[in-house]
C-alpha cells in the first residue's frame, strides 16, 4: 500500500509563479525524499530531508518537514516550463532496508 | 555513460512467456532495488538485495522472482506473464549509508498482450 499521500494530483501554472506540492504518511521515517520524473523516464533526486531536520534548500527548491503533522511540502520558486514533470515524495522508514515508499505524486505543467 | 543501466529499454511480448528483465550498475553500491510503475501511481518495491545471493521480498513480489549473482547486476524474471505485469519497471542502487538516495535507472516498459 502506498504510504504517502500528494496534494495536489495535478497543478498546472504559469511560468514565474511558484508551486508547492504537499506530501502526508502514516509512520515514521529516517528521512523522507523527493524526486522528479520526466515523462516515462527514470526517476531523478532532488532532495533529502532527514527526521531531524525541519527545512532543507537547493537552488529554488525548498523542502520542508513537519514530523508531527507527518507531512512535508515541496516549493519550486520561479518556475520554467522545463520544471514541467511529475514530483514523487517517497519516505525511508526506520528500518535501515532502504526501502522506500512513494506517493502516487503531482503531475506539474509550466505553462511558458 | 549511465551508472545504472537497464535492459531492454522496451520490450512487447505474449502472456505466459518467460521475461528477464536486467540492470547493472557502476556506482559500486551494495544495495539493489526492482520497482514497478502503473500509470498515474507512485512507484511499488518488487523485490531488493544488500548484497550478493541476498533476496528480500517487496510489497509486490509474487509472480516476480529475482537474482543477485554479482554485486553490480541484479535481474528481474517474470516466469509466466500476465497481462496485468504490463507496467514501466524501475531498478534503483543505493549504498549502505541509510540518508543517502537512490539512483534510479531509465526504466524499462513491459508490455504483454
Known amino acids: 500500500s502506498q504510504q504517502g499521500e500528494e496534494d495536489p494530483q495535478a497543478l498546472s501554472i504559469q511560468e514565474g509563479e511558484n508551486a508547492t506540492m504537499n506530501c502526508s504518511y502514516k509512520?515514521?521515517?529516517?528521512?523522507l525524499q523527493w524526486y522528479r520524473q520526466n515523462s516515462g523516464r527514470g526517476l531523478v533526486h532532488l532532495i533529502l530531508?532527514?527526521?531531524?531536520?525541519r527545512e532543507k534548500h537547493s537552488g529554488r527548491l525548498r523542502v520542508t518537514l513537519d514530523t508531527s503533522k507527518k507531512s512535508s511540502s515541496l516549493l519550486i520558486t520561479a518556475s520554467r516550463a522545463a520544471d514541467t514533470a511529475s514530483y514523487f515524495c517517497?519516505?525511508?522508514?526506520?528500518?535501515?532496508?532502504?526501502?522506500?515508499?512513494f506517493g502516487q505524486g503531482t503531475t506539474l505543467q509550466v505553462k511558458p | 555513460d549511465a551508472d545504472v543501466t537497464q535492459t531492454p529499454r522496451n520490450r512487447i511480448t505474449k502472456t505466459g512467456k518467460r521475461i528477464m528483465l536486467e540492470c547493472s550498475q557502476t556506482?559500486?553500491?551494495?544495495?539493489m532495488y526492482w520497482y514497478r510503475q502503473d500509470p498515474g501511481l507512485g512507484l511499488r518495491l518488487i523485490y531488493y538485495?544488500?548484497?550478493?545471493?541476498?533476496?528480500n521480498k517487496g510489497e509486490i513480489s509474487d509472480g516476480y522472482s529475482v537474482s543477485r549473482q554479482a554485486q553490480a547486476k541484479f535481474s528481474l524474471s517474470l516466469e509466466s506473464a500476465i497481462p496485468n505485469q504490463t507496467a514501466l519497471y524501475f531498478c534503483?542502487?543505493?549504498?549502505?549509508?541509510?540518508?543517502?538516495?537512490?539512483?534510479f535507472g531509465d526504466g524499462t516498459r513491459l508490455s504483454i498482450l
Open positions: 534503483a542502487t543505493r549504498g549502505t549509508d541509510s540518508n543517502q538516495p537512490q539512483h
Open positions: 509512520t515514521s521515517i529516517n528521512n
Open positions: 530531508i532527514r527526521s531531524n531536520e
Open positions: 517517497a519516505t525511508d522508514a526506520r528500518s535501515n532496508t532502504g526501502k522506500l515508499i
Open positions: 556506482k559500486g553500491h551494495d544495495r
Open positions: 538485495s544488500f548484497d550478493v545471493k541476498d533476496i
